[in-house]
């Protein structure tokens, strides 16, 4: 995923992934794979000049969690409630489509997951997701 967007990132962002050793999680490994990238791409996307993207994963309780925090320019508190709805978008007409969180909230839903998010405007955002390692995932049919 990282391979994917390694021409957005040029030289201006450094990327530090702390992967801590979780165990194997039933999932649809596309659709995680989807979710990431959304929320790597806003990453990316937030930061202006130069800055820091960091991933790390862990074990809490029984879930996995993973972490992804940028150095970018931060969400206004008034906007917090709304970045996880399908159509919004700060980025402007024929820039954002403002899918890209409603999407991953979709996927992270359907794992049973929870999503959430920290910011600080002018500092960064931090996206948490919580996926339970036991989580019944059923093959679609
Ligand atoms: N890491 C971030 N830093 C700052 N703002 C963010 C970040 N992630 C999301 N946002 C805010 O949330 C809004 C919605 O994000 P979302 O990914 O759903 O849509 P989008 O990026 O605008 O468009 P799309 O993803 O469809 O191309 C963004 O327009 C932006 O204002
Ligand atoms: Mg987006």
């Known amino acids: 995923m990282l391979l994917l967007r390694k021409n957005d990132l040029r030289d201006k962002i450094k990327v530090t992934k702390t992967f801590g050793e979780i165990p194997p999680v039933a999932c ?12 790597l791409s806003n990453a990316i996307e937030a930061i202006d000049d130069t800055g820091e993207i960091k991933i790390q994963t862990a074990i809490n309780g ?8 940028d150095t ?10 709304q970045i996880f ?4 978008t700060t980025k402007g007409v024929g820039v954002g489509v403002g899918l890209g969180l409603a999407i991953c909230y979709r996927i992270i839903q359907k794992h049973q997951g929870i999503i959430s998010v920290e910011s600080e405007e002018g500092q960064g955002t931090s ?11 059923r093959t679609e049919t």
Do not use: C, H, K
């Open 62 to 69: 029984s879930n996995v969690r993973i972490v992804f925090s």
């Open 72 to 81: 970018g320019r931060g969400i206004p508190p008034e906007n917090n409630d």
């Open 127 to 137: 996206f948490t997701i919580e996926i339970p390692i036991e989580a019944e995932v």
């Open 28 to 39: 649809y490994p596309s659709e995680l794979n989807q979710a990431f990238m959304n929320i």
């Open 85 to 88: 709805n399908p159509g919004f």
